[in-house]
């Protein structure tokens, strides 16, 4: 069946450090992958994908790297800022099918 | 912002009301869908629409009907709900895939 979790509901980090937010997927048909993030009272915000033919991506402070032997994929941020307190969405896009499958997010929070 | 917009934001209704949700989208895109987030759960997609045409109805209970228009406009009318439909609803749009698709802020619906 389709289902996309994520390894922890929370995590907490230090203002300057990296954050490394983690997601397992279950459907190995899936051919792509996106990050969304949403902050209090928005919609989610995307972020950055990646495609199942690529095993790394990098966007500005971000980097998501796909390991499709494991089904697993993460997110990594880097030098976090409080800006970047929000709920983490990992979401995959099964071949074929008109649909994204998300997973149950990850709140993030920056200590100063 | 994302070019997807959303009315009302928010909307407090009784089980005997009738309102519409309304989103739009700015982005030229060909296909909107309907989500439902709620607490501590994934989201959950309701409807898709592609080029106007309804492509997927996630098992929606028939108190929720949508309405595309045309392409830059959705419409998720509601009557008879019940509380445990309380949520946010999020719309969203994309290009041709569903792989990327923006978001809009969302109505948060309470029933009462």
């Not at chain 2, 949508?66 to 719309?91: K, V």
Request: hydrophobic share 30%; aromatic share 8%.
């Amino acid at each position: 069946g389709e289902s996309v979790g994520l390894h922890l509901p929370t995590l907490s980090v230090q203002e300057g450090d990296n954050s490394i937010i983690n997601c397992a997927y279950s459907n190995s048909a899936s051919d792509y992958f996106i990050w969304y993030k949403q902050e209090s009272g928005k919609g989610p915000q995307f972020i950055i994908d990646i495609r199942s033919n690529m095993d790394k991506r990098q966007g500005q402070r971000v980097t998501v790297l796909l390991n499709k032997t494991v089904k697993h994929l993460s997110l990594q941020i880097a030098a976090t800022q409080p800006g970047d307190s929000a709920v983490y969405f990992c979401a995959e896009s099964p071949q074929g099918a008109q649909k994204l499958v998300f997973g149950q997010g990850t709140r993030l929070t920056i200590n100063p | 912002e994302t070019g997807v917009t959303q009315t009302p934001r928010h909307l407090v209704m009784g089980m005997t009301n009738k309102k519409s949700l309304k989103c739009e989208q700015h982005l030229g895109h060909n296909a909107m869908y309907w989500y439902k987030q709620s607490a501590k759960k994934p989201l959950e997609l309701m409807f898709v629409y592609s080029l106007e045409e309804r492509v997927e109805n996630n098992s929606v209970p028939s108190r929720f009907s949508p309405e595309c228009p045309n392409s830059s406009h959705l419409f998720l009318h509601l009557h008879t709900l019940q509380p445990e439909d309380s949520a946010l609803y999020l719309c969203a749009s994309s290009q041709d895939t569903p792989d990327t698709q923006y978001f809009g802020p969302g109505t948060r619906l309470t029933v009462l």
